[in-house]
């Protein structure tokens, strides 16, 4: 029997691991051709996102208090800069390798914490404000970035051939 | 003080309504036809995604026990159907008026409700199912149709002008 901890922790880490899933299935089933188009006239690349996951996931790292990002310079690459706004991205078979591996990192790091681990707080949040705001706390962290993570995979999609 | 569950609810609760009012403040800015372009080339139109977030969202109605849904007949239209299947669907204006509608009713029935009651089963899972697995509760329904949301509106973010 689980405790209701647990089940909360449960409840947010399945949502995260199945979005983690699907993205990952949808990017092994694009080629590189495909994941270096735009997801529609105008918008990022492919390639873009997949690299902005990339690092949105790397820096949960430090901010969960699980270890330093592994590629701290693709945060400027992919997040503060807008795609086409650099010459010198990675590859797509680096970006491709990095996507897994950080998010093998974090599941490997997720298992090993406690269900109580997940209610202390992040690195975003000051000691002060957590005093007060409590919810702020590293599994609300895991909801908002599962969420991240759907609204860019619902735009990944179009990437997929279209069914006619 | 809030209770650890208290604190829970408030964690889903607040990312469904960030997601809500993000989604309501895209529809808002966006004409009656600009909403009736698709997404991408060849993808859903703006309506018929409105309509299918309205539909989605009234069926939470009986799905957590809070009543009848509103717009029965819509399930059909904008879930069963794909875009463009049907001839006859709801006005722009009667699919704006609805989405706020829906969301509204969701939103006062979540206010009366007590913390314990999120962690009681919705109405998709059988009592057999729901005591060998107990994360399948009101609460993670929420969680689920956030990110159900937050996938839409990625790609509905499309239909705002491009910036150049």
Do not use: C
């Not at 997949?50 to 690459?77: F, K, N, Q, V």
């Not at 795609?83 to 974090?106: C, E, F, H, Y």
């Amino acid at each position: 029997m689980k405790t209701q901890q647990e089940l909360f922790v449960k409840m947010a880490l399945d949502a995260w691991h199945i979005h983690i899933q699907r993205t990952d299935n949808l990017f092994n089933s694009l080629s590189d051709e495909q994941l270096s188009k735009e997801i529609a006239p105008g918008r990022n690349r492919g390639i873009y996102l997949l690299g902005h996951l990339t690092a949105i996931h790397d820096r949960m790292l430090p901010l969960l208090g699980l270890g330093e990002p592994l590629y701290p310079e693709w945060y400027e690459l992919f997040v503060t800069s807008p795609d086409k706004a650099s010459v010198a991205i990675p590859t797509m078979g680096d970006l491709r390798q990095s996507w897994k591996k950080v998010n093998t990192t974090l599941a490997e790091h997720f298992s090993t914490l406690a269900p109580a681990d997940w209610f202390q707080k992040h690195n975003a949040v000051s000691e002060e404000d957590f005093a007060k705001e409590p919810h702020r706390n590293k599994l609300n962290l895991i909801i908002n970035r599962t969420n991240h993570l759907a609204n860019h995979l619902g735009q990944l999609t179009f990437l997929k051939p279209l069914n006619r």
